[in-house]
């Protein structure tokens, strides 16, 4: 019943159930709709003829016309604003740009809906575009593995997405509850709850945060502050068998396929530890062992002699069958 223009890319048009929606028209993403139900707007009113000749409208057509309402001289774009005009007032509604939305949201202390909106962005915009660059077909490029994508200068969106993760990392460490006992491996959680409710506490927002900090770090394609920044924060922590309990599942899901050689070192003591070394070998039969630090993970292998993921390197990694 109403469409207008905001800016060069974003339309605004009010539907018949009172909701303004705005839809950004380059991504052609759903960027807000709001409820104008309690907005008392002036609107115009106009009867339509059931017929296109005004000598065939009977007299029943006559006494009950069909009427259609219409907003649209009550909407009105001015530069990157739109003007409302309501019955006893005029209202604007403005246009925020996503960092201004998340940055709103971070404000008032809603750091998962700042996370998840800044998740939405990147897989609409970010992702996309480098999607359309793929080899459509499907050869590989050595620019691609983790390390050399560390290396290359990041996109504006890309960098504030990570420091918005980071601030929620270091936030959520400084205001963690504080445990009375050492921290014990999240897989042996259930069996230390009688310990007493602080640690179950702590293990539990370290948990917790572990998890969005490794499902944020593989959406975004950001490994490299996966395994240095998140992994040292929770490593000075001291919960760093929390972070490698958290990741195994992601691995063995197929979500993660790239461990860095200095968490994987960590993550094969962590399962001597726990008695667990069998996992390790699960793992690697999950990763993409073609872009590993094939001399780290080879002597770590034959150290802990775990030698069915040692033949799985060599004969997928280094598609050598007879060494």
């Given at each position: 019943?109403?469409?207008?223009?905001?800016?060069?890319?974003?339309?605004?048009?009010?539907?018949?159930?009172?909701?303004?929606?705005?839809?950004?028209?380059?991504?052609?993403?759903?960027?807000?709709?709001?409820?104008?139900?309690?907005?008392?707007?002036?609107?115009?009113?106009?009867?339509?003829?059931?017929?296109?000749?005004?000598?065939?409208?009977?007299?029943?057509?006559?006494?009950?016309?069909?009427?259609?309402?219409?907003?649209?001289?009550?909407?009105?774009?001015?530069?990157?604003?739109?003007?409302?005009?309501?019955?006893?007032?005029?209202?604007?509604?403005?246009?925020?740009?996503?960092?201004?939305?998340?940055?709103?949201?971070?404000?008032?202390?809603?750091?998962?809906?700042?996370?998840?909106?800044?998740?939405?962005?990147?897989?609409?915009?970010?992702?996309?575009?480098?999607?359309?660059?793929?080899?459509?077909?499907?050869?590989?490029?050595?620019?691609?593995?983790?390390?050399?994508?560390?290396?290359?200068?990041?996109?504006?969106?890309?960098?504030?997405?990570?420091?918005?993760?980071?601030?929620?990392?270091?936030?959520?460490?400084?205001?963690?509850?504080?445990a009375t006992l050492d921290p014990v491996p999240a897989r042996k959680l259930s069996t230390s709850r009688q310990v007493g409710s602080k640690?179950?506490?702590?293990?539990?927002?370290?948990?917790?945060?572990?998890?969005?900090?490794?499902?944020?770090?593989?959406?975004?394609?950001?490994?490299?502050?996966?395994?240095?920044?998140?992994?040292?924060?929770?490593?000075?922590?001291?919960?760093?068998?929390?972070?490698?309990?958290?990741?195994?599942?992601?691995?063995?899901?197929?979500?993660?396929?790239?461990?860095?050689?200095?968490?994987?070192?960590?993550?094969?003591?962590?399962?001597?530890?726990?008695?667990?070394?069998?996992?390790?070998?699960?793992?690697?039969?999950?990763?993409?062992?073609?872009?590993?630090?094939?001399?780290?993970?080879?002597?770590?292998?034959?150290?802990?002699?775990?030698?069915?993921?040692?033949?799985?390197?060599?004969?997928?990694?280094?598609?050598?069958?007879?060494?």
């Amino acid at each position: 019943v109403a469409m207008e223009w905001i800016g060069d890319r974003s339309l605004v048009y009010l539907t018949l159930t009172n909701e303004l929606t705005v839809v950004d028209t380059v991504m052609m993403t759903l960027m807000e709709k709001l409820d104008f139900s309690g907005i008392r707007l002036v609107y115009a009113e106009f009867a339509l003829s059931r017929t296109s000749s005004p000598s065939q409208v009977s007299d029943k057509e006559k006494t009950d016309p069909h009427v259609s309402t219409t907003f649209q001289n009550s909407i009105r774009s001015s530069e990157d604003r739109l003007l409302v005009l309501c019955q006893e007032e005029v209202k604007t509604v403005s246009i925020m740009g996503i960092q201004q939305r998340v940055a709103t949201l971070e404000q008032d202390g809603e750091w998962l809906e700042a996370l998840a909106l800044a998740l939405d962005h990147y897989e609409s915009t970010v992702k996309s575009q480098e999607d359309r660059r793929r080899d459509p077909h499907g050869r590989r490029d050595l620019m691609n593995h983790p390390e050399f994508l560390s290396k290359i200068r990041k996109a504006e969106d890309e960098e504030w997405i990570a420091e918005l993760l980071l601030r929620y990392l270091n936030l959520a460490v400084e205001n963690a509850p504080e445990a009375t006992l050492d921290p014990v491996p999240a897989r042996k959680l259930s069996t230390s709850r009688q310990v007493g409710s602080k640690i179950d506490l702590a293990q539990s927002h370290f948990q917790m945060l572990a998890g969005v900090c490794i499902e944020f770090c593989i959406v975004t394609r950001r490994l490299d502050i996966l395994f240095n920044d998140v992994y040292e924060c929770f490593r000075s922590s001291g919960y760093t068998a929390v972070f490698l309990d958290v990741l195994e599942p992601y691995v063995l899901n197929d979500k993660l396929q790239y461990i860095a050689p200095v968490v994987m070192a960590q993550f094969i003591e962590h399962c001597k530890v726990t008695n667990d070394v069998s996992t390790v070998e699960r793992c690697l039969l999950h990763m993409d062992v073609t872009i590993m630090d094939f001399d780290t993970i080879l002597s770590l292998l034959r150290l802990n002699r775990m030698y069915s993921a040692l033949i799985h390197v060599y004969t997928i990694g280094l598609d050598d069958y007879i060494s």
